[in-house]
């Protein structure tokens, strides 16, 4: 099937109350990103028509997932009046032919896995697990390579318990079919829902035959509850630390390090146990080192940490950046930082040293201010830079100094002490009154 053949819906209507949580379950995070995220990066891979079904919490989620991706038609389900999978389908209005159904709570999908719906005429195809124990599940009845029927748990006889077949819960229609059945749902049921599995016993009386698709539960599981979510995360992680190590970069430990959907390596990376990189970050021919953390930054040809901290909008080249130091919203080029530093909203240039314990001291309490370093600037152990400042080339600055002119010229040394005061035997005095 080619890519313009198929349109995708995706049922993201549902509250999750089984999540315990305010929010939606689609925009619950996978590796960085919403759930429904991650379904809609695959159906993209195979479609170039693709509707997300919504109704709890919509405006939500269309602000949401409007951020990652444009040409997406989003339909809003009349919840109240026509609730459950068969209502989510009643206001579909599909481009194509082929139709995919997808649950917007299986971030796991991929496109290798839909193939099979891809790869068939039928005009019905119902994905089935083989679950070893399928107790609480509707067995899913087959006879001569066709679904005969679906039957719930608790209305299933001896021998349909023994059936090991249940519902993957994602199918593939023609819009013929769709266009004929849906009307015809009811709700006559406990839950007074329209149910999309009705359309097989419909179908079935018709004589259409229903091709049962085998899937691993692996990349079907949906998440229902938070330790599902757990439980897909670690899927996702082991997914995404492998290829980047069949792409090259060395991980030690791996199954203690982080690293979420968005982030890119490029040339020989290698990266430590317990790490943590997230979000639009960028990691080239550069080493980071054990329990470090990096956010939304880039880092170029350096090494980081251990135990380093690089927040937000920061951008390293040439670099040492060792540990305990926390570096945010800074360009550094050339630069050392060993130790036990911040290094806040600055500019540092090639050749610059800096020592353990320095500051840039950049917010007042009501505004931030830049300091900008230039290059050859070795900075003391223990020094404070009071923002907004301009440190210029060649220049030493003590240690233990506080700088609080607005700018320091070339060439100079910049220090600030007290005086050191002697009190001979103060020692002894002081602990006698004890």
């Known amino acids: 099937m080619n890519k313009k053949d198929l349109s995708i819906v995706i049922l993201a209507a549902g509250k999750g109350s089984r999540m315990k949580s305010n929010k939606a379950k689609v925009l ?21 028509d693709i509707t997300i079904v919504v109704a709890h919490q919509k405006d939500e989620v269309i602000k949401e997932i409007s951020k990652f991706f444009t040409n997406i038609n989003f339909v809003t389900q009349d919840a109240q009046n026509f609730p459950g999978t068969g209502g989510a389908m009643m206001n579909i209005l599909p481009k194509y032919e082929s139709v995919l159904v997808l649950n917007g709570d299986m971030p796991l999908i991929s496109a290798d896995a839909l193939s099979g719906f891809l790869n068939s005429n ?18 899913v009845i087959i006879e001569n390579g066709e679904v005969l ?4 748990h608790k209305d299933a006889n001896k021998d349909e318990l023994k059936v090991k077949s249940v519902n993957a819960g994602v199918y593939a229609f023609s819009s013929s079919v769709l266009k004929k059945y849906i009307p015809l749902l009811k709700n006559d049921n406990a839950q ?14 018709d004589s259409i035959s229903i091709v049962p698709l085998l899937v691993d539960e692996e990349h079907f599981r949906g998440v229902n509850s938070k330790e599902d979510l757990a439980e897909c995360e670690v899927i996702m992680q082991e997914r995404i630390k492998s ?39 960028l990691i080239s021919n550069s080493h980071i080192k054990s329990s470090s953390v990096i956010e939304d930054s880039r880092i170029i040809d350096s090494d980081v940490g251990p135990l380093a901290h690089i927040r937000p ?9 060792g540990n305990f130091v926390e570096v945010k919203k800074s360009s550094l080029i050339g630069v050392k930082a060993g130790h036990l530093s911040y290094i806040g909203d600055a500019q540092v240039d090639e050749g ?65 002490r007290t005086k050191l005061t002697i009190v001979k035997d103060f020692y002894y005095k002081f602990f006698r009154k004890v």
């Not at 005009?123 to 599940?137: A, C, R």
């Not at 029927?149 to 719930?152: D, G």
């Not at 007074?192 to 009386?205: G, H, N, Q, R, V």
């Open 28 to 48: 619950h995070h996978i590796s960085g990103k919403p759930m429904l995220y991650h379904i809609i990066k695959t159906s993209q891979e195979i479609s170039n």
């Open 149 to 152: 029927k679906i039957v719930e």
């Open 192 to 205: 007074k829902e329209y149910y999309l599995t009705d359309i097989i016993s419909l179908a079935k009386a």
């Open 352 to 416: 610059t040293n800096i020592g353990a314990g320095v500051i840039t001291c950049n917010y007042d309490g009501v505004n931030k201010y830049k300091t900008i370093i230039g290059k050859n600037v070795f900075i003391g152990s223990d020094s404070q830079l009071i923002a907004p400042l301009v440190v210029e080339d060649d220049v030493m600055i003590a240690a233990g100094t506080t700088v609080t002119a607005a700018k320091i010229q070339s060439g100079v040394l910049a220090i600030s």
């Open 243 to 281: 290829h980047w190590m069949r792409e090259g970069v060395i991980m030690q430990l791996p199954n203690t390090i982080y690293i979420e959907e968005s982030v890119k390596f490029e040339g020989e990376c290698k990266v430590e146990n317990n790490c943590r990189i997230t979000g639009d970050t």
């Open 122 to 139: 039928a005009q019905i195809i119902m994905s089935i697990f083989e679950l070893g124990d399928p107790s609480g599940y509707g067995r």
């Open 313 to 321: 909008m920061s951008q390293l080249k040439d670099t040492h950046i």
